[in-house]
């Protein structure tokens, strides 16, 4: 059976940065039919507690991160961004160590968004682009989709 990363609040664990969690069973329950799953949660695995302030990208996308061209920040000025590219770099680690060639992770979010995220406005709109972890996991080859397609 083959290995899939997923968003560890798709699967009902309270990670999120307000501590809640997004459950998608069904969807999840479809997948397990077919792949192992693996739960990541990039930001709690970069350093970050739960909960703590929401972060957006500011001035880009989580390839700009990546690039050093943009920062992730809390949306009381903390710079998050270490922690989110620390984050990636460990879920890049999971996915290559368990041959994962695909992952589903939470739209919109700054870490996990895999078409959609947060403007960096923090006023509710949103922008298209990946977060940090979908950028890094999808140009290391490995597909990334939404949890709103499953």
């Not at 501590?19 to 970050?48: K, R």
Request: glycine letters at 12%.
């Amino acid at each position: 059976m083959k290995n899939i990363i997923i968003s560890s609040c798709l699967l009902g664990e309270n990670v999120r940065y307000n501590g809640e969690a997004v459950d998608i069973s069904e969807g999840v329950s479809v997948l397990s039919d077919e792949y192992n799953i693996i739960p990541v949660c990039p930001e709690v695995l970069g350093g970050l507690s739960v909960p703590r302030e929401p972060c957006e990208i500011v001035n880009g996308t989580g390839i700009d991160v990546l690039n050093g061209c943009a920062r992730v920040m809390g949306s009381k000025g903390a710079d998050c961004t270490e922690a989110f590219l620390k984050g990636a770099e460990i879920v890049l680690s999971i996915a290559k160590e368990h041959k994962a060639e695909l992952a589903v992770m939470k739209e919109r979010s700054p870490s996990c968004g895999s078409s959609r995220i947060y403007s960096g406005e923090f006023n509710g709109n949103k922008k298209p682009g990946q977060g940090v972890t979908s950028a890094l996991l999808q140009m290391s080859g490995i597909k990334v989709i939404s949890e709103e397609v499953i």
